[in-house]
Every structure is written in structure tokens, then in C-alpha cells.
């Protein structure tokens, strides 16, 4: 998992105290790959000052084409019945490419408006991030560990008066993946099935949560067993782009093509998809699937992916290789028509 930003905390809580005793900062920026926490503050910070969205004194500028004389003008009209003006501004790539005139704007902005910038990338080195940092407010939004995903998780339960105990908060996280938003969609769906318990457990998170994660490793190894090169590929970049870390993918890779030599060696051998079953610790139903992946592939094909496999895994942790290229080398070897 990524290295994360240990500041996180402490500047949350000096935006809900901003927002509590009602002394903004006249420039926010809320950045960063967590998309839950962007939208959350976002919204907190528009409500707190412009009360709503609807407001004739509340802007919303989107997009990679904005024009900064536009804003900056809108900046500069006086708000109509109050003493605010405020403008956000979302994935505008400002804070990223860089954007000369509202970062001298920004230097000395009209008094009645206020900035909430939005945006999942920034460069540091850019005139407008060092502006809104010497004059304004900036938090930087990535994914959590998770320690503090399961702190989150369990305060969440507990105020709807359940318990989670720390093996379920730690299945949970294994089974839906770090991804915030996905984490409370999930979490809804928890809560209303323990409508009448008092403590969400395992069994409820099994029978509750889908496995996001297992479903899109189905696919991909169907992509893969089918030789459809492209659609593995964008599978795989897919699950990197849900925050899953390579080495886990990998590991799950390994392991369905495992299942498959195990299945198809014991299916030559005409044994009953009862006993492979038993003999894998598969269900059932997922016998005859893993029997017609490995109908794709030859022993010797099933050893050499696995062999690949393994070999890549040490070149990264001997610091031969980068994951992210070990995964899709993988992908492509498995996927190259015979």
C-alpha cells in the first residue's frame, strides 16, 4: 500500500473547526486520490459557506478548459444580499499544468469571495499550489491505512448502536477493498441485513458485501483464458485504478492458475467434480468453470505461467522489477495466441 500522508488528522480537523467557529480561509484546496474525502469536505465546505448550491452568490466551474479571466471577473462581483461570494472549481487541472493569473489573483482576492478548489492532482512546484498554501488552506486527500479505514469503519457502526469486532473489520477490508466509497456503500447494506442484531459479524459480511475484487480477478482470468489480450489488460489497469496493489493481484493470478493445474490434472484422472471439490476447497458450482479455463491451457503451459509467475514476484522483491510491469508481463505472456 502506498506511503500516506501523516497530516491527514490533524488538517481534517482544523477544516471542522474553520467550519464550526465560522472563520474560513478565503482559498481551500482539497486534493488527492481518495475521492470519498474530496467530495466529503467539498460539500461540507460549500454548505458551511454558501448554504446552498442553488445560492445566487455560489459559482461551479468544472473541467480542463475553464477560462481564469471568467472566474477571476465572477470573482470580483459583489455577492447580491450577503457577505459572501463563493466559487468552486473541480478537476480543472489548475494545480497540475499550472495557471499564472489566478495564482497572482489568488494573492490578494476581493474580500467577499471565497475559493474551494477540488482536484485529484497537484504539483507542487506550480505559482497557484505555493500561493494557496502561503494564503489559504490545503489538504491533501489519499487513501488511508488501514488502521485508520477500520477506526472509521467501526465509529460508523457504532453510531447506528452496533459492534464490529477486529477480525470482522479486517475481513471486511480484505473482501471490499479500501476504496471509501465503496466501504460505505457496502457498510449501508450491512447495517440495514443487522437491522435486528447488535453486532455485525463475519457471516454477515459474507453473506452482505460483494466481493468486488474476486469478481473483476473472474473476468480477467476469463480475458485470459479466452486470449483476449486487450480486455486483461484493461481489467487489470482497472483494479489498479480501484487502489488494489499489484502484489495482491498478482498473488490472486497465481493462485486461480494453481486451481487450474490442480483442477485439470485431477479431471484427467476422471475424478468427479465432487471430490475436486473437496480436494481444492472450491464450491461446487465453480468446478466445471475452472475445468473449462483449464481446457485453454496445457500442463506444461499451467507450469510455465505459475514458474513465471513465482520468478517475477522475487525479480520485484530483489528490486529487479517493477510490480505494476511484473503483472501485466504475466498478462501477456498468458494471453499471446498459441
Not at 465560522?22 to 469536505?41: M, P, S, V, W
Not at 479500501?178 to 453486532?199: A, G, P, R, V
Not at 483449464?294 to 499451467?302: H, V
Amino acid at each position: 500500500m502506498a506511503a500516506k500522508t501523516s497530516d491527514f488528522p490533524v488538517k481534517q480537523r482544523q477544516i471542522n473547526e474553520d467550519i464550526k467557529n465560522a472563520t474560513f480561509k478565503q482559498c481551500y484546496l482539497i486534493y488527492g486520490e481518495e475521492a470519498y474525502l474530496r467530495n466529503q469536505n467539498r460539500d461540507k465546505l460549500v454548505k458551511a459557506l454558501s448554504g446552498d448550491m442553488a445560492s445566487m452568490n455560489f459559482s461551479r466551474y468544472e473541467g480542463n478548459d475553464l477560462n481564469p479571466g471568467e472566474i477571476i471577473d465572477m470573482a470580483e462581483t459583489m455577492p447580491f444580499l450577503s457577505d459572501k461570494r463563493v466559487i468552486l472549481i473541480e478537476n480543472s487541472g489548475f494545480f497540475k499544468n499550472g495557471c499564472p493569473e489566478l495564482a497572482d489573483y489568488l494573492k490578494a482576492p476581493a474580500e467577499t469571495t471565497f475559493f474551494i478548489f477540488a482536484e485529484k492532482e497537484v504539483d507542487k512546484r506550480k505559482d497557484i499550489y505555493k500561493t494557496v498554501s502561503k494564503t489559504g488552506f490545503e489538504m491533501c486527500c489519499d487513501e488511508q491505512d488501514e488502521g485508520i479505514l477500520k477506526t472509521w469503519i467501526a465509529g460508523k457502526v457504532k453510531s447506528e448502536g452496533k459492534s464490529i469486532s477486529p477480525r470482522a473489520l479486517a475481513f471486511m477490508i480484505d473482501r471490499v477493498g479500501t476504496d471509501m466509497s465503496n466501504i460505505s456503500t457496502e457498510l449501508e447494506k450491512l447495517i440495514c441485513y443487522c437491522m435486528d442484531k447488535s453486532e455485525i459479524t463475519e457471516e454477515d459480511i459474507e453473506a452482505v458485501c460483494a466481493n468486488w475484487l474476486t469478481n473483476r480477478i473472474f473476468a480477467m482470468t476469463d480475458a485470459i483464458v479466452e486470449r483476449n489480450q486487450k480486455r486483461a489488460i484493461d481489467l487489470y489497469y482497472d483494479l489498479l485504478a480501484l487502489k488494489e496493489p499489484p502484489a495482491k493481484i498478482l498473488a490472486l493470478i497465481t493462485r486461480q492458475f494453481n486451481l487450474m493445474l490442480q483442477v485439470k490434472e485431477m479431471s484427467d484422472n476422471r475424478r468427479d467434480n465432487g471430490s475436486i471439490a473437496s480436494a481444492v476447497k472450491l464450491a461446487p458450482f465453480l468446478v466445471g468453470k475452472y475445468i473449462n479455463w483449464a481446457k485453454g491451457y496445457s500442463r506444461e503451459e499451467l507450469v510455465e505461467t505459475l514458474e513465471l509467475c513465482a520468478g517475477n514476484d522475487e525479480a520485484v522483491k530483489t528490486g529487479k522489477l517493477d510490480y505494476v510491469i511484473s503483472v501485466e508481463m504475466v498478462i501477456i505472456k498468458c494471453t499471446a495466441g498459441k
